[in-house]
């Protein structure tokens, strides 16, 4: 028995250090293009056009990230103020609308719950299209204003779902407890459900900043004026439009190190995808248990 017990134990061990080492290559390959770009970006430019740089950067110097950044040609600054702004302000109201709606269908006193969950559900399975889209939104004054970066993605019914699912499993005892001691609804939703549902708000607060930060279809369409772009049309601007139209940066050289395209292109996408990914360390803790929610429970 006790040879047996012996032998689970180095097979456990054994897959537990197999386990380790699939779970490092996928972080490696997930962090891979991060850090490709950001060594790209730099670089000594001179070394890009010879193609000597493969992976580790040649001529390490950060002058491509300060004048990208600093050249009004780019106009990242613009971009990243107003991505920021949207990102704030749409997380914000979508978080408080998503919760707010999620509790109310979560509680059975409310008869018609089911109908208003349905209706919430037929939106996200049936879209009308790009144009009815573009002929509602016209109308709404939506064209060249911030708000249809905020107010059309304010409930995401998948969000709400999983919002909903979160609430329903809570005991339904603490409500309860709360009426007995003469709390109101509002009340109970602040004192109660609040507090413990930090790794819903969490999950739901990181998937709509990721969703308005990368959002480039809406803004495309409807944001026109040159002080109301996001990062993303600045960054299509800088890295796609420049290359089909044949458009070729001219090298600059600052403190002695050469910067080319290459350079600028890549400093401008590492840019715009940097703060979003440095949201994520702060609110881990939080979304490992939020994206449980729903899931087969032993």
Do not use: H
């Not at 950044?69 to 408080?96: C, E, H, Q, W």
């Not at 939104?137 to 911030?146: A, P, Q, T």
């Not at 979160?166 to 507090?195: H, K, N, Y």
């Not at 996408?269 to 939080?286: D, E, L, R, T």
């Amino acid at each position: 028995m006790k040879k047996l017990s012996n032998k689970v134990k180095r097979r456990l061990t054994a897959f537990d250090s197999v386990n380790d080492t699939v779970l490092i290559l996928v972080a490696l390959l997930c962090i891979y293009p991060f850090l490709y770009v950001f060594f790209i970006a730099s670089s000594d430019g001179t070394y890009l056009t010879k193609g000597e740089v493969n992976f580790f950067p040649k001529g390490f110097n950060l002058e491509a990230f300060k004048y990208v950044l600093s050249n009004p040609k780019f106009d990242i600054f613009t971009g990243m103020r107003n991505s920021f702004i949207y990102t704030i302000l749409g997380t914000f109201i979508a978080v408080l609308f998503t919760y707010f709606t999620a509790y109310a269908l979560s509680r059975p006193r409310l008869r018609q719950r089911y109908f208003i969950m349905a209706l919430f559900v037929i939106t996200w399975v049936f879209e009308a299209g790009i144009i009815p889209q573009y002929i509602i939104y016209s109308n709404l004054g939506f064209i060249d204003n911030i708000w249809v970066m905020i107010i059309p993605g304010a409930i995401n019914v998948q969000f709400l779902l999983i919002t909903k699912a979160f609430l329903d499993g809570l005991p339904a005892e603490l409500e309860e407890a709360a009426f007995i001691d003469g709390a109101t609804d509002f009340q109970s939703l602040q004192r109660v459900f609040l507090p413990i549902s930090k790794p819903i708000l969490a999950t739901i607060a990181l998937f709509n900043a990721v969703s308005i930060w990368n959002q480039y279809l809406v803004p495309q369409m409807f944001l026109k004026s040159d002080n109301l772009k996001t990062i993303q049309q600045i960054l299509k601007s800088v890295v796609i439009t420049s290359s089909n139209s044949g458009t070729v940066f001219n090298n600059v050289i600052r403190n002695g190190y050469t910067l080319n395209q290459n350079n600028m292109k890549a400093a401008a996408i590492f840019i715009a995808m940097a703060p979003i990914v440095c949201v994520y360390p702060f609110v881990q803790k939080y979304f490992k248990k939020g994206i449980l929610i729903g899931s087969v429970k032993g």
